[in-house]
């Protein structure tokens, strides 16, 4: 049963002149409205110009926006419904590129596909993934790939409300990639048919937790992305520019990301658009972000399907083109096509690779070390990260577990683990990190001892 929301601002009520364009697609959603000409031109000039567009006359009913980016927030802002139930814990470990479900904070780094590289801060953002609800009564696609939810109060309450939004995403997705077809001068099926069986998209639920590092410079891998946030954050760096733009747009806007799908069938001409995420406030923040065209029926007995993406001749010599630019990550090599999903996900292993966790769980335990007082959220989520990253691995557990102790005691690491047995320092108690050690480590003393 759907809960009547408060209203979370998504943006600013008033502003002169928006910084992206804004655009009325109502008229897409009619078949043969007599304006649709207009919108597609509209949005035709909406990519050459910035790449990034905000859609009003979508038809998503406010309340159900509302409705989602509440429970999220409920859900997974620090010390919410997933840190105290321990999601991490109550879902399967991952075993697929982008699992479905709970993905704690510090596990994953987009920043490593784009142009900072290693140097990307950590993301500490707790994530929820959704793939189209419909796969979970599908025998032919892959247990792995369809969703689960925490067997809880707090996990139903999320279910609801992102699979309603995650059906109204896809509409407006399919509405869109129709005049974007359009656009290029081809048929409005282009894309499904290009892509197929790769037609839907997976939607990924955000929560930013207050005042920490956010979101790497990065663009997007596929062919569109919408984007709604209840707190201000993404920003934009426009054509031939090196400043970064606040994306800000009306209330109830979806704003639409340009992927480097589409940079590659023009040849460059339309531009994959560099965005990232920054000044997260004490209030943190949360967004739905739906990519499309990324939800991969992986079947039961095989590996999916990849199709060849190539450019549009209609836009000139292929040669002539320089190619997509690809970050150090994916070989840094220019390509002028790309296997889909071949090449999504050979990114997103970079993004969750051993060395990328490595890095990301050092990161935020330096940051911790260095604080006056560790914070007690702050030391479970990287627990939590530690273990849907590292499985059974006991020497990443050994490395995340003894710096917790030392960053939650201030103190140096005792000799034994009973000197500092039933004591509270730095506000989380020494008996329950052993207890974990222990339980981890099949109560090997010769590993818990050595953490502590």
Known sequence: MR??????????????????????????TWENHSDRAKVVAALTAAVLSHGIFAVVGHGIPDDVMQWALLSTK??????????????????????????????????????????????????????YTVYPPSWDFDPSVRK????????????????????????????????????????????TELISKMLMPHTEGLLRAMCYHPAHPTMAAHKDLGTTTLHLADAPGLEFQ?????????AAAPQGALLVIIGEFFELRTQGVWRATPHRVTGVGDQGRCSLVFC???GIPYPEDGSPVNRTIRPLPAFGDEEAWGGLETSRTLGGAARHSIEW???????????????????????????????????????????QSSCWL?????????????????????????????????????GIPCTAVWSKCSMLHNRRASFCTAVW
């Open 3 to 28: 809960v009547t929301a408060p209203r979370l601002s998504t943006q600013p009520e008033q502003i002169d002149e928006w910084p992206v364009p804004v655009i009325d697609i109502a008229p897409l």
């Open 390 to 426: 590292h499985g059974q691995d006991l020497e990443a557990h050994l490395l995340v577990l003894a710096s917790m102790v030392s960053s939650a005691t201030q103190r140096s690491v005792p000799s034994s683990p009973f000197t500092a047995a039933g004591k509270r320092q730095g």
């Open 238 to 246: 426009p054509r031939g520019r090196e400043d970064w733009v606040a």
């Open 74 to 127: 409920v859900a997974l802002q620090e010390g919410g419904s997933a840190d105290i139930e321990g999601w991490a814990e109550l879902l399967p470990q991952p075993s697929a590129v982008v699992p479905p479900g709970f993905v704690p904070a510090y596990s994953e780094n987009y920043g490593r596909v784009g142009t900072d590289g290693a140097k990307a801060p950590p993301e500490s953002i707790h994530k």
């Open 292 to 294: 499309a065209n990324q």
């Open 341 to 383: 999903p071949a090449f999504f996900n050979d990114a997103m292993a970079a993004v969750r690779s051993k060395v990328a966790a490595e890095e990301i769980v050092a990161a935020r335990l330096h940051a911790a070390v260095h604080k006056s007082q560790a914070s007690p959220c702050a030391l479970s989520a990287m627990w």
């Open 144 to 187: 792995s790939r369809r969703n689960v939810w925490p067997d809880t109060a707090a996990g139903e309450a999320l279910r609801e409300p992102l699979e309603t939004y995650f059906d109204e995403a896809q509409r407006v997705s399919d509405v869109l990639h129709g005049a974007l077809s359009e656009d290029v001068g081809q048929p």
